[in-house]
């Protein structure tokens, strides 16, 4: 009799859950530890010219400088950063709102492109630096005009990404649609959006951190609150190491809502080729 038999795994473990689990480990050390080195090179090179007295505290902050001022006015920033989060989140979903819609008119109306196009690169070179104080004017000293910044600086690459993806469907599969009775609306929703999808998140990213510059730019010609009067005001007072600090949390705030973004395409769009895994991609 042969002695062969294979053992069974214990009970109520799953065979591929472990090698599974160590891989998701694996990829996220290999896709984390280069930004992370770079970051901690970037951290011993400020350390290192602040240590030295190469660079003058006032002009650049020691890092336990700027960290000790994140933690004593922990409180304060909270509240500044709520502020500025909120002017940009409310301008980043209008600017969707609008740009999508401006994008759908684009594509499907050959009048509405010859009208709103050059008008919206118009709009888009105009620094919006130049035109903040005139919604100040109009809007007044309050969330309107940072949410108006907000949208007008993030709606541009919205627009250009989806005209991109709507106008990147595959003809034969407009024409197969059209064949088998498909009407505008139906074709619209199951064909040109989600082929579209790839697209509009690739300028939601952009964009979403465009808003928080937007709400930010707005903050510095007429506010009294957000981080970016902290940015303001520590200028103002030659607070380098409040300056730092309302810098790296507007930074942390730009990141995160980045990452949110990239969270909502991974789970909306699991089939899209960029979501899976490339060998020429993990080679570096």
Known sequence: MSSNTTASPPTGVTPHARPAASARAADLVDRSWRPLALLLALFLVWWAVTVTGLIQPYLVPSPGATIETLVDNSGYLIQHTWITT???VVGFALAVAF??????????????????YPVLLFAQVIPKIAIAP???VWLGFGFSPK?????????????????AGLRAVDPEMLELAATMGAGPLQTFGKIRLPASLPHLF??????????VTGAVV?????GNEGLGFVILQANGNIDTPMLF???????????????????????LLPWHPSRRSNAATTAF
């Not at 707005?218 to 007429?222: L, R, S, Y």
């Not at 309302?246 to 995160?256: D, E, K, N, Q, R």
């Open 218 to 222: 707005g903050e510095f010609v007429g």
């Open 134 to 136: 005139l919604f100040i």
């Open 202 to 211: 690739s300028g939601l990213k952009v964009a979403v951190t465009l808003a």
């Open 147 to 163: 949410v108006l910044i907000a949208i007008l600086i993030a709606f541009f690459p919205i627009v250009i990404s989806m005209v």
């Open 245 to 267: 600090a309302g810098l790296i949390v507007m930074s942390f705030v730009g990141v995160v809502l980045f990452f949110l973004i990239e969270l909502a395409e991974k789970l």
């Open 99 to 116: 740009g999508v819609l401006a994008a759908v008119l684009i594509v499907y109306s050959p009048t509405a492109e010859k009208t709103l």
């Open 86 to 88: 909120l002017e940009t």
